[in-house]
């Protein structure tokens, strides 16, 4: 396994933007798609985004599409959720995991799951 640390994350109002972060440690970054997961209080954690090994290919969920960008840096170890308009239903702890089944969004196809940063959006 991997060890994934997030940041980014923070308070903001409906509208703005932030960018979040999530560094990996190893030398296997640059294998495995990449996942961010988010879960809100009282509620199943659920899929935001993929992106590839390679970082060619992209998939979000369809809340999020529009609005939402991941994106990865190989040579950093690091892939980056660029959100946009957020909203208060985006409020939630964000979550990065290393993806090991192919094409999957569900979260049981991924591992290595870091600790999650927190993303509050106010109205």
């Known amino acids: 396994q991997v060890q994934l640390e997030e940041s980014g994350g923070g308070l903001v109002q409906a509208g703005d933007s932030l960018r979040l972060s999530c560094v990996a440690s190893g030398r296997t970054f640059s294998s495995f798609a990449m996942g961010w997961f988010r879960q809100a209080p009282g509620k199943e954690r659920e899929f935001v985004a993929r992106?590839?090994?390679?970082?060619?290919?992209?998939v979000y969920a369809d809340s999020v599409k529009g609005r939402f960008t991941i994106s990865r840096d190989n040579a950093k170890n690091t892939v980056y959720l660029q959100m946009n308009s957020l909203k208060p239903e985006d409020t939630a702890v964000y979550f990065c995991a290393r993806g090991v089944v192919f094409g999957t969004t569900a979260a049981r196809g991924y591992d290595s799951w870091g600790q999650g940063t927190q993303v509050t959006v106010s109205s």
């Open positions: 992106i590839s090994y390679s970082g060619r290919s992209t």
